[in-house]
């Protein structure tokens, strides 16, 4: 007999959670002392700034007695919070100065919608989400229905694709499911595009007509790149929602926007985040509940640190943005060697959507989530691991996630052991994974 609650056994029940990922982020791949680890191409991380940012905290951090106190508050610190600011305001172009007190600090952009999914939404209510789209936001929003909204051909950061989202509120709606919000991944993981400013205008309009709140989560806004060669009509820049005058469009209780440390600045390990919004219950909500993701009172000097040396931040974001576009190209004339497609047009993010249909069987129709399953599994055993599209609500099965901002020459050796497991599927069929995937 359990000993859980019912929420604690969903959670149990979910999948062996620890099983799945100790292999991929325990056993690490390395050069010299773990050659035989696994190649992780499935992690979003910008691994090619870490030692950037270790540089700097080792040069500029001198921890004081006071840094290991309980700080200022589990919201953040002011110090923190003006700093969030004052990045966005450099780096957002917003319509307004951001105001320190609209930003509350925590644990990380996943605490924030863990908070939201409780001060938001009743348990079963929908939440509309993209498809594919960022693995984790099912996890992170807890009890309620993440409604994830097929595009059906549609380029999905275009205008067009407004009609999708009203159609699936009408239709939840019909089911009986209340849709509470749209969450809006701009850029968009795991696409790497940023949505049309006429297309984020229309979805204000679209969350005032139904009185939903529209979530953005911006974490990947200084993550973008350009291809040389890519013409001018390519694709579009980043535009944060918080350039436009929202106030047009949407009530400020509405609206809210997510950022944090994990991706522009490298450092997910810090886990600090914070969101941004104008409706004043929400933040005593979020206040209120931010005891239990209070943001480390070592890791917010660090933080402030970073967000308050102009002159680092420009020259970081510079190299990064170059270090991106870089690893991309490197990404993509491998895929380009081996056949393999992706979305040429991603010009953001630490990721590509490859497409690897044709290699798993001939006829590609054919292909189920079961054949996806049992090609993680043969990923498995040659030791390299790509997000599968299962996990990303992908639409069809046999697309999947490269992440590669790393070193090239592990770039390479991950997608050569990729490559050995397709010739295996293409040789096999994969019976026997299939059988494994069949009996679990
Ligand atoms: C779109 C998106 N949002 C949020 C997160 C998680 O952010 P954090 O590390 O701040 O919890 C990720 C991490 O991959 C992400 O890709």
């Known amino acids: 007999m359990s000993t859980l609650s019912a929420r604690g056994k969903g959670f149990a029940n979910a999948g062996k959670i620890r099983e799945q990922y100790e292999e991929i982020w325990a056993n690490v791949y390395d050069v010299n002392t773990n050659p035989s680890g696994t190649i992780n191409l499935g992690t979003a991380e910008n691994y090619v700034m870490l030692n950037a940012v270790t540089a700097y905290i080792n040069d500029h951090i001198n921890f004081k007695g006071t840094d290991v106190n309980y700080g200022e508050g589990p919201w953040g610190s002011l110090r923190l919070r003006k700093a969030f600011a004052k990045h966005m305001d450099k780096y957002f172009k917003p319509h307004r100065p951001v105001a320190s007190d609209d930003i509350l600090a925590s644990t990380g952009c996943t605490s924030i919608c863990e908070m939201l999914g409780f001060s938001l939404f009743e348990p079963g209510e929908g939440l509309l989400l993209s498809r594919p789209i960022y693995q984790a936001f099912q996890e992170d929003?807890?009890?309620?229905?993440?409604?994830?909204?097929?595009?059906?051909?549609?380029?999905?950061?275009?205008?067009?694709?407004?009609?999708?989202?009203?159609?699936?509120?009408?239709?939840?709606?019909?089911?009986?499911?209340?849709?509470r919000a749209i969450l809006l991944c701009n850029p968009h993981n795991p696409l790497g595009r940023c949505y049309e400013?006429?297309?984020?205008?229309?979805?204000?309009?679209?969350?005032?007509?139904?009185?939903?709140?529209?979530?953005?989560?911006?974490?990947y806004a200084l993550s973008v790149y350009k291809i040389p060669g890519n013409s001018n009509s390519g694709p579009l820049p980043f535009k944060s929602i918080l350039s436009f005058d929202t106030a047009q469009y949407i009530d400020k209780e509405y609206l809210h926007v997510l950022y944090?440390?994990?991706?522009?600045?490298?450092s997910g390990g810090l886990r600090l985040g914070c969101i941004w919004t104008q409706n004043s219950s929400?933040?005593?909500?979020?206040?209120?509940?931010?005891?239990f993701n209070q943001p480390s009172n070592l890791c917010e000097t660090i933080g402030i640190s970073i967000l308050e040396n102009d002159d680092w931040l420009d020259k970081f974001v510079a190299t990064s943005q170059k270090r991106l576009a870089e690893c991309s190209m490197v990404a993509r004339s491998l895929?380009?060697?081996?056949?393999?497609?992706?979305?040429?047009?991603?010009?953001?993010?630490?990721?590509?959507?490859?497409d690897l249909r044709q290699f798993m069987m001939k006829d590609v129709d054919s292909i189920t989530w079961d054949h996806e399953r049992a090609f993680q599994l043969l990923l498995k055993k040659h030791k390299v691991y790509v997000t599968d599209g299962e996990g990303l609500s992908s639409e069809v099965p046999g697309f999947f996630r490269l992440c590669y901002v790393k070193h090239e020459a592990e770039v390479r050796?991950?997608?050569?052991?990729?490559h050995e497991a397709l010739s295996e599927a293409g040789t096999t069929g994969m019976a026997e994974e299939l059988d494994e995937v069949r009996m679990t």
């Open 282 to 291: 929400l933040v005593d909500s979020l206040s209120a509940q931010a005891f």
């Open 197 to 219: 400013p006429d297309a984020l205008v229309e979805y204000m309009k679209l969350c005032q007509k139904y009185e939903i709140h529209l979530i953005v989560d911006e974490i």
């Open 413 to 418: 050796l991950g997608l050569e052991r990729l």
């Open 335 to 354: 895929l380009d060697e081996y056949g393999i497609g992706y979305n040429r047009g991603a010009s953001a993010g630490f990721f590509l959507r490859i």
């Open 141 to 179: 929003f807890g009890l309620l229905k993440c409604i994830f909204v097929p595009s059906k051909g549609i380029d999905q950061f275009s205008m067009d694709a407004i009609k999708c989202y009203q159609e699936a509120i009408k239709e939840s709606e019909a089911k009986g499911i209340k849709v």
């Open 260 to 266: 944090g440390f994990s991706k522009d600045l490298a």
